[in-house]
């Protein structure tokens, strides 16, 4: 959905608040980094969600 509105809005990253530390390293592994004066606030670009969420070549079903 964000990477969808980005597209008709001018977004440039997704920012979330972890609620613990189990969420951060959740964010962490998909490609969240924590600013640093905050570790559990985190961002991520556009850019890198739509590189997360695009389907690989083999994962596409074939005709």
Do not use: C, K, W
């Amino acid at each position: 959905m964000a990477v969808r509105a980005s597209e008709e809005i001018a977004a440039y990253a997704v920012v979330v608040d972890a609620v613990d530390e189990e969420a951060r390293r959740f964010y962490e592994h998909n490609g969240f980094e924590s600013l640093l004066e905050d570790q559990q606030r985190m961002l991520v670009s556009m850019e890198s969600l739509r590189l997360l969420i695009r389907p690989s070549p083999e994962s596409l079903p074939t005709s």
